[in-house]
């Protein structure tokens, strides 16, 4: 079993800036990946950022330049910087996690709310 827990959302004006984090729990042997999707309302999800067990990252060309996402010194953990916060940030996000040795399996948070205001 493996739990996601995500924190940090909130509502910012717009400019700010938040940061995002996520903790997996439980049996974990290997994450090979961690992400951040988001999801607003009537749209499709999409990813947002990415990061490998390697370092590897991407991003959605919309924030590019203005998130980051990194990896805690808690490997199971990952973060995403999120600055220069508009209001088509606007969205749930979440957390997403490649985690198995054998068997790769996805998990899922259970969302956390970013509401950007003007």
């Known amino acids: 079993q493996v739990q996601l827990v995500e924190s940090g959302g909130g509502l910012v004006q717009a400019g700010g800036s938040l940061r995002l984090s996520c903790a997996a729990s439980?049996?974990?042997?290997?994450?090979?990946?961690m992400s951040w999707y988001r999801q607003a309302p009537g749209k499709q999800r999409e990813l947002v950022a990415g990061?490998?067990?390697?370092?590897?990252?991407n991003y959605a060309d919309s924030v590019k330049g203005r998130f980051t996402i990194s990896r805690g010194s808690a490997k199971n953990t990952v973060y995403l910087q999120m600055d220069s916060l508009n209001s088509e940030d606007t969205a749930v996000y979440y957390c997403?996690?490649?985690?198995?040795?054998?068997?790769?399996?996805?998990?899922w948070g259970q969302g956390t709310q970013v509401t950007v205001s003007s």
């Open positions: 997403n996690a490649l985690i198995g040795l054998l068997r790769r399996t996805a998990y």
């Open positions: 439980g049996t974990i042997f290997s994450i090979h990946a």
């Open positions: 990061i490998t067990g390697d370092g590897i990252t």
